[in-house]
């Protein structure tokens, strides 16, 4: 295949069976695969009989620089398939700055669907699925972590994020204490291996159930989002009264009827529309 086009191929994150025959068909027929451990692809390459192809690695600490060489190859015509060691590229894995790249500079760029951690957790958490947000990997630094979490204090979709299993514990109480103990949420692991496993608790049942069970494996965390605020009670009568007193005070010093509802719901917290009523009902 020798045409100016960047594949994303996405590759199982557990389970051979999982790449697509699409798949097969990219890594076996383009120029050259940009792999994020050329290691792990000539791992799958053998594991599937799909035949040898040029390698060349595309990560973390070298995406700027390797992504112009890419780029360039593209240009001169070759084809490239961009893999990460598993699962779909560009999402919480490289890929990202040379699918910018490439689209700033007219190459053409092809998904090839396959495994996505993220959204298979999410299919099986069995939380609300029709909006979500991906949070991928928290901070190792706690004060960093947590400024993340409180910033999503109110989000009320569903969230997702990966978790290594090092960190879940500490992960796990910032969430409780951020999004309280009785949220809830599914932890998956091993998805599409031979152990996988969803568990699904709340917040405060998984603080204590991972520190009797030390976690074992990568962690996807789906976790329900904040509860709808509920209406605001009825003003009592005896708040209603003296609000509307203050008001005729207010009223028989010169202030108009709206000025003053509008002083004193400011200044008491009554709703403006509830102490409106109440004052016309009282003839005031």
């Keep these: 295949m020798s045409e100016s086009i960047l594949y994303l191929v996405a590759t199982p994150i557990g389970n051979l069976g999982d ?97 996505c951690a993220a959204v298979c957790a999410l299919a099986a958490s069995g939380l609300p699925t029709g909006r979500w947000c991906f949070e991928g990997f928290l901070s190792v630094n706690k004060k960093a972590r947590r400024a993340h979490l409180d910033a999503l204090r109110n989000e009320k979709r569903t969230m997702i994020f990966y978790e290594a299993p090092h960190k879940l514990c500490a992960t796990l109480r910032d969430l409780a204490d951020t999004f309280g103990g009785a949220r809830r949420l599914s932890l998956s692991r091993e998805l599409t291996k031979l152990h996988e ?67 004193v719901s400011a200044q008491t917290g009554v709703k403006k529309n509830a102490l409106y009523r109440y004052v016309l009902e009282q003839d005031m």
């Design 19 to 115: 790449l697509s025959p699409r798949a097969r068909d990219i890594l076996s027929s383009v120029d050259f695969i940009a792999a994020e451990d050329t290691r792990v692809t000539q791992k799958l390459l053998t594991a599937c009989a799909l035949p040898r192809k040029p390698l060349i690695s595309y990560y973390e600490h070298n995406r700027r620089a390797r992504g112009e060489e890419v780029l360039a190859r593209l240009r001169a015509g070759e084809s490239c398939a961009l893999v990460t060691d598993a699962g779909t590229p560009a999402v919480s894995d490289p890929g990202e700055d040379l699918v910018a790249l490439c689209a700033a500079h007219g190459i053409p760029v092809v998904p090839i669907p396959g495994c």
């Design 197 to 263: 496993e969803t568990l699904r608790m709340t917040l405060d049942e998984a603080v204590q159930y991972f520190d009797a069970h030390p976690p074992r494996g990568e962690f996807v965390l789906t976790i329900e989002g904040a509860p709808d605020e509920p209406d605001a009670a009825p003003d009592e009568p005896a708040r209603l009264t003296a609000a509307a007193e203050a008001v005729r005070l207010r009223m028989a010093d010169g202030q108009t009827q709206k000025d003053a509802i509008k002083a």
